[in-house]
């Protein structure tokens, strides 16, 4: 059943991760439904977010002013299922209620399913090429938006829209003040950049950026050290890898995108210190059939890894690559790892069929169980009991080091750590 949401969100106070109204922990699992409001019939919209909370994701990536995505756009923002276009007249300074009474519908259906909206105001197109936002519409726009959703508790504001803000920072800036001023702070904001590219180059010490969003897109194997870098800045903010490569995407040099490279995308974002958005191609595209593309095998991998990665304190997770004595591997084959504060437990990612040296002294306790799991569809499998060389009654750690495989016929696997009394 579904949990209500405690909102609105909110960053923890160390910066790292995102608390709910009540500060508990709020894990970020996104999807990407770019034409969500903007293009899915109220049924198709209501059938999707049910089918999204019943898998465990969290956040929900839409646009209000859409106009088809990057390459298909038109010259003015489309209308929505129903005929409404989101500004009257084509100005931003107008909105036309008609076709925001039904963002309030799906706020409130995403809300009683427990999920956030992360909305952009507008598709990065109409500020940076046919430039219809500039700063005086931006800001009025932001401002009308902020306080129509103002006591809205599950709504986070998306600036950008895959596009660089390379010379129309002025507006974007414009746009973001005046969603702080017409909420009055009470939603995050964050910025959306085009492929390959940080919000964090662009806006990671300005006030109104709560934390950053990264596009790797087609540099999927890119993942785990465009996250790593952004959780190294100061100040210290989330980071969310909002647009990966889409799930049985066509247009990707690295691909086939299969549930495997899914799967990939998901992990090394969260041992990285960040949190993973999963897209799947015809759902954003709308093609022929995407209506039934919402039970795809990444979709389901995702609700698996979610419940694996929230299984332990995640958000107390250090990454800690000094784990591996040996099989890092690198790129597509890269293995990761975190553990938590006190080394009393620890997850390692095995992206390939590998064998990995594991330096089982780095954990602070006397002996630790070990689990496999596959992260296709949770099953366990027992690794063995080991002690780690710590607490031996000697005056240094004994070093141990132990040789893991991902079992036959797994794609990929998940090594689980925990302390042994």
């Given at each position: 059943?579904?949990q209500?949401?405690?909102?609105p ?8 991760y995102?608390v ?7 894990f ?7 034409p ?5 019939s109220?049924e ?7 089918n999204r909370?019943r ?10 002013a859409?106009?088809g ?9 489309g ?7 989101p500004?009257?007249?084509n ?7 008609a ?7 799906l706020?409130?259906v995403a809300?009683?399913n427990?999920?956030?909206l992360a ?11 046919v430039?219809?936002l ?8 932001g401002r009308?938006l902020?306080?129509r ?18 010379g129309?920072?002025?507006v974007?800036?414009?746009l973001?003040?005046?969603?702080r001023e017409g909420?009055g702070g009470?939603?995050?904001?964050t910025?959306h950049?085009?492929?390959w590219?940080?919000?964090s180059?662009f806006?990671?010490?300005e ?11 087609t540099?999927w194997a890119?993942v785990?050290?465009?996250v790593?870098?952004d959780?190294q800045l ?14 049985n995407g ?6 086939p ?5 899914v799967?990939r995308?998901?992990?090394?974002s ?7 958005t ?7 595209r709308?093609q022929?059939?995407w209506?039934s ?15 694996l ?9 250090i ?7 040996s ?7 890269l293995?990761?790892a ?11 990612y095995?992206?390939s069929?590998c064998h990995?040296?594991?330096h089982?002294d ?9 689990t ?5 569809t949770?099953?366990p ?13 000697t ?5 141990r080091q132990q040789?893991f495989?991902?079992?036959?016929h ?11 009394e």
């Amino acid at each position: 059943m579904t949990q209500p949401l405690q909102g609105p969100i909110r960053v923890s106070p160390n910066g790292r991760y995102f608390v709910d109204a009540a500060q508990q922990p709020f894990f970020w699992m996104g999807d990407t439904a770019w034409p969500l409001v903007a293009q899915y019939s109220r049924e198709d919209a209501e059938k999707y977010l049910a089918n999204r909370a019943r898998k465990g994701f969290t956040v929900i990536q839409g646009v209000l002013a859409w106009g088809g995505g990057t390459g298909f756009e038109g010259p003015t923002p489309g209308p929505n299922a129903a005929g409404d276009l989101p500004w009257l007249n084509n100005d931003p300074a107008t909105p036309n209620d008609a076709y925001f009474q039904h963002v309030d519908h799906l706020a409130r259906v995403a809300a009683d399913n427990g999920l956030i909206l992360a909305m952009l105001p507008t598709w990065g197109y109409y500020v940076n090429d046919v430039k219809t936002l500039n700063t005086e519409n931006a800001y009025a726009y932001g401002r009308w938006l902020g306080a129509r959703y103002k006591s809205q508790p599950n709504i986070i504001w998306v600036n950008g829209g895959d596009c660089v803000p390379t010379g129309y920072e002025v507006v974007w800036r414009a746009l973001a003040h005046g969603l702080r001023e017409g909420d009055g702070g009470a939603h995050l904001i964050t910025y959306h950049p085009c492929g390959w590219t940080h919000s964090s180059q662009f806006f990671h010490q300005e006030d109104w950026l709560d934390f950053n969003m990264i596009q790797t897109w087609t540099e999927w194997a890119k993942v785990y050290p465009a996250v790593a870098y952004d959780t190294q800045l100061l100040p210290i903010k989330p980071v969310v890898l909002a647009e990966g490569a889409y799930e049985n995407g066509p247009e990707y040099p690295q691909g086939p995108i299969t549930p495997l490279i899914v799967r990939r995308q998901a992990w090394w974002s969260f041992m990285a210190g960040g949190y993973p958005t999963y897209g799947q191609n015809e759902m954003w595209r709308m093609q022929p059939g995407w209506a039934s593309t919402f039970d795809t095998p990444g979709a389901a991998h995702m609700s698996v890894f979610k419940k694996l990665a929230t299984s332990r304190a995640w958000q107390r997770r250090i990454p800690d690559q000094r784990l591996f004595a040996s099989g890092v591997g690198s790129e597509r084959t890269l293995n990761t790892a975190v553990r938590s504060p006190e080394g009393d437990w620890a997850m390692i990612y095995l992206s390939s069929q590998c064998h990995v040296l594991i330096h089982l002294d780095k954990m602070q306790v006397r002996r630790v169980k070990a689990t496999l799991v596959n992260p296709q569809t949770g099953e366990p499998k027992d690794a063995g009991t080991y002690e780690t060389g710590n607490l031996a009654g000697t005056q240094f750690p004994q070093a141990r080091q132990q040789w893991f495989s991902t079992p036959g016929h797994w794609e990929d696997a998940l090594l689980m750590f925990d302390a042994v009394e």
